[in-house]
DNA sequence: GAGTGCATCTCGCTC
DNA sequence: GAGCGAGGTGCACTC
């Protein structure tokens, strides 16, 4: 059996559902009106509502509205969840070690609950990452303009770390900044902090902000101190082109 | 009916299912094994498997694996979803206009399909924050130190906004970075960058990092300057001492 | 375990 | 709608 799922049980029901789905390590959800309490990083309450409350065999804990991607509450994997009924009522409880939180969550009256035995071993194939923009970069120094040799990556400096350093065609230093999608200004700043490492070798070294797109704020910035902006999207193929075709089934 | 579920539907019961979830502003939620394509920001590829597919009223659209508390595919709100069958194969789709995002799922096998219209009204009433941090020190100033008036929430400089600007008891600047949780390199960094505004006062001003703690590498950087550090919690009282008991049931 | 920095960050705010 | 900064950020990676 995969799943088990029951329409409306009775709140013994319910806790009978749930502590079996713990105990096979199960994703556990529920429709339900209930409230919930969090203490720990912070401290919140929530009242009332109609809401999803999902409880995943790592720990992780997702109480989610009908709006918005984030959970108005969780907690994060390895808390521990327990389930008790106090007083005929349902009560989800929580409970992360390091740092200490603790959530708990009272349930007046639950519409479905279900859990789902489905085990899922893939790994999300993601790309188009600063990282790959740095391995094309680092792959075809020529994007970014013609002898351009890059000689670090993660270059160490005081300020932090130089995503990309090289020289030009004219040997002359060149500082490269990447960024995934749109610079704003805090990449330019952060350029500029990078320069000041160089300071001694004044007006010899060029600061360069690799992406895809440039803020008109951050351009104005960039101009103000000779530095330069090159437009490169971040590389957007995956590694292996897996087949996704309806042939599959 | 505040809800529909059906066990192991065929594939046009399903269909049939998510469309009038769509129509009525459901929630709608599927165990199902399925594989995922994402263009947008980045591209994706996820394989065959188990997972939990969320649709909300707002365009949200999750797909949750049995770990992590972040979905591994998503569409922000306000994207537009859609059902349709192809060959026999329920396939979703979501789709963003700016930036332009594309999320399609082909769902191989559903276990249960579910619709819920439960609304919530309800909003989280959080605090712990910076803000309230801020908020705090502005009405008890003497937190700090005896003597410390605050003069300025926000105070606005070329290198983004002081959090909290104000005078010892001696008439000398001081200027104050808040941090709700343990401050890093980061924040020092950013502290001295505000006080390279204030450098023609050299030596006049005091910076001070205000936070529950410190990093050692951050308090090794502070102390290089003759900066300081406050151990200050942010406050954890809610506004409205809501009553969550079991009272209310 | 702590510290650092990226993210399809999300989200709320301001302009 | 774009830009900016905080977040119970989460998460992977390094040390």
Partial sequence: MKFISRENP????????????????????LFACCQATYEGRARSKLGLGERMIIIKPDGSFLIHQDRKLDPV???????????RMENGIVILESVRRTPPEHLE????????VSYYLGRDSQELEVCGHEKDMGEMIWKHPELIEKG????????STSKGFID?????????????????RKAGTNAVKQLK??????E???GQVRGIIVAPSITED?????????????????PKELKEEKKVTLDFF
């Fill in 105 to 112: 969550v009272e349930i007046k009256n639950v519409h479905l």
């Fill in 73 to 83: 509450n969780w907690q994060p994997p390895k808390s521990r969840s327990k389930v």
């Fill in 10 to 29: 009775s709140p013994s029901d319910c806790f009978r559902i749930i502590d079996e789905g713990l105990r096979k390590r199960a994703v556990i959800t």
């Fill in 218 to 234: 951050a351009l104005e910035l960039l101009e103000e101190d000779g530095l330069e902006f090159k437009s490169l999207e971040p």
């Fill in 164 to 180: 990309i350093l090289g020289k030009d065609e004219n040997g002359q230093l060149m500082i490269l900044e990447l960024k995934s």
């Fill in 193 to 198: 902090r990078y320069l000041k490492d160089f």
């Fill in 200 to 202: 001694d070798n004044k």
């Fill in 148 to 155: 351009f040799r890059p000689t670090d990556k993660e270059y």
